[in-house]
């Protein structure tokens, strides 16, 4: 392990390693990690055959536990190389073809060492790159371009036009290239505006199940290089996701926003159409961003979680804030009449 991933060894070289566990579950055959210094009493008791550790709890617990060691910055990290080699070991690849179910144009263009699963749909002009997997029932739109290595889970809709680099992964239950939620009101009558646009995903992003991604009205919808979007997360049409950055569930960026790079958004944060959010910019769950961003930091909208008949009170002192400052204007102006020297 240590000459595919690096890392100093800090023990028996020799230890056999079977896979990967938890802390308090890891056997004598497996591996875990601790990157959270607070379990170090509890790593120290651990049956494992190794640890993967930082170099500073490395030196507090290596006189009490008797395994292994892999000493590196990083271990968390670390684990989660460690722990795909794992699953490649046992991971099911299906094998090259189309199964006989599935609905291929002979217009469209399928690498011969793709799969695509039963009752899948590629309409003409698509095209399904090297070592993609297409799972059963997935459509795919005209002229859309599944990348090298693209993993599509089952019942996954991709519409026309749009595009996803190499590496992808894109959960069930997920559309992407729906029509963005584009009207013009007119003596409150709704007309819809086309939206002509795509979605344009690049390489080693993943989508959760269920999350949904608007097409461009005009220009296109971008999900940059690297993008974690878990489930349940709705992106609004002509958006701009930078590369690497990471949402949790149930996420609404509406229309139009453009959003940086290397930041992350916690479960139900949501981000208002036309804002711009500058990189490195972490938002807490369940805020509400209405402003734009610029500068990279913390940022946090909600009320604290209280009792109800606390919050009530404290909502209707929000809603008296106004009338309560002008009076605190009045009173300020009073005292300094009275104050002020004849």
Not at 105 to 119: L, Q
Not at 174 to 182: C, M, P
Not at 313 to 339: D, G, P
């Amino acid at each position: 392990m240590i000459d595919r991933f690096g890392g100093q060894l800090a023990g028996d070289p020799n230890v056999v390693i079977s896979g990967i566990a938890p802390l308090a579950d890891a056997g004598a055959t497996q591996i875990s990690f601790l990157s959270n210094s607070k379990l170090r009493a509890l790593a120290a008791q651990s049956q494992a055959a190794a640890l993967i550790v930082t170099p500073s709890d490395d030196a507090t617990i290596a006189a009490s536990f008797e395994g292994a060691r892999i000493v590196t910055p990083n271990p968390y990290a670390y684990f989660a190389r460690a722990a795909q080699y794992f699953a490649a070991l046992d991971a099911f690849v299906p094998a090259p073809g189309i199964d006989p179910s599935a609905s291929v144009h002979p217009d469209a263009v399928v690498d011969a060492s793709a799969f695509i699963g039963p009752r899948v749909t590629i309409e003409a002009g698509a095209q399904i790159g090297a070592d993609a997997v297409i799972d059963a029932g997935c459509f795919i739109g005209r002229d859309a371009v599944i990348g090298a290595a693209t993993h599509l889970f089952a019942n996954v809709t991709f519409h026309a036009r749009c595009v996803i680099g190499a590496r992808g992964i894109v959960h069930s239950g997920a559309v992407i290239g729906t029509d963005g939620f584009g009207f013009a009101n007119e003596g409150g009558v709704y007309i819809k505006i086309p939206q002509t646009g795509r979605v344009v995903i690049g390489a080693d992003v993943d989508i959760g199940a269920n999350t949904c991604i608007d097409r461009g009205a005009l220009a296109d919808t971008v999900i940059e290089d690297g993008v974690k979007l878990d489930n349940q997360i709705q992106i609004g049409h002509n958006c701009r996701i930078g590369a690497h950055t990471a949402m949790a569930g149930c996420v609404g960026v509406a229309g139009s926003a453009v959003i940086g790079k290397h930041c992350t958004f916690g479960g139900a944060a949501m981000v208002l159409g036309h804002l711009t959010i500058a990189d490195n910019v972490h938002i807490s769950s369940g805020s509400m961003v209405s402003r734009s961003i610029l500068e990279a930091g913390q940022y946090t909208g909600f009320y604290p979680l209280a009792k109800n008949a606390e919050w009530e009170k404290s909502a209707a002192i929000v809603r008296n804030l106004a009338t309560m400052r002008e009076k605190i204007r009045a009173l300020e102006k009073t005292i300094k009449n009275l104050t002020a020297k004849p």
